[in-house]
């Protein structure tokens, strides 16, 4: 099978860690400074049940709450990843913002998303619970982690949910069927 491009956006607050994770799942490093992002495209090969994919990255700027949704990212990109940091309440609010910005953009009632709670590492931080945010990834059915780019803690599981994630959208399902044929 010829590997599928897939393309995906990386979406979230300003600070939340969406540079570490791509950084940390195409390269295998983590850097501690901060340099904010305008835009940047990464790309990688991977394989997800025995498919191979070759995938881009879009790291976006970070948005807020008064960003216009950027129009380019609404048009030919597979998935999202929404990002929040479980330290930070104003990324959690904004995230939600993002997310009702790209379903007025796209004009889609579904789209694949995978919603990411990063800087798990800091849990003495720690201002938004797990409970929280997969309650929020269940109003919106979309797949949900907590990560930690620092500690390389799930980041490769972002991507590869995102591209079944896509995949489900597509109508592929990998499920076992329930269907009884008598
Ligand atoms: N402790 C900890 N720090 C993190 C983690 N991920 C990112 N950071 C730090 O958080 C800061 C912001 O990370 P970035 O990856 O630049 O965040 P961003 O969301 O791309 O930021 P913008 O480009 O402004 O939107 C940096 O100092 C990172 O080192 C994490 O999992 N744990």
Not at 50 to 77: C, N
Not at 88 to 94: A, H, I, Q
Request: aromatic share 8%; charged share 25%; with cysteine.
């Amino acid at each position: 099978m010829p590997p599928k491009q897939r393309k995906i956006a990386i979406m979230g607050y300003r600070s939340v860690g969406k540079s570490s994770l791509s950084i940390q799942f195409v390269e295998g490093q983590f850097v501690d400074s901060y340099d904010p992002t305008i835009e940047n495209t990464f790309t990688k090969s991977t394989r997800v049940n025995g498919q191979e994919y070759e995938l881009k990255l879009v790291d976006t700027a970070g948005q807020d709450e008064y960003s216009i949704f950027p129009a380019q990212y609404s048009m030919d990109i597979h998935g999202y990843v929404l990002v929040y940091s479980i330290t930070s309440s104003k990324s959690f609010e904004v995230v939600q913002i993002i997310y009702d910005k790209l379903l007025d953009m796209t004009g889609k009632v579904h789209v694949p998303i995978v919603l990411v709670g990063n800087k798990t590492d800091l849990h003495m931080e720690r201002m938004i619970s797990t409970e929280e945010g997969k309650r929020l990834a269940d109003s919106w059915k979309a797949a949900f982690l907590e990560t930690s780019a620092k500690q390389n803690e799930s980041v490769a599981d972002i991507f590869h949910t995102a591209l079944l994630e896509i995949e489900k959208a597509n109508g592929n399902v990998q499920e076992k069927s329930s269907c009884v044929i008598s």
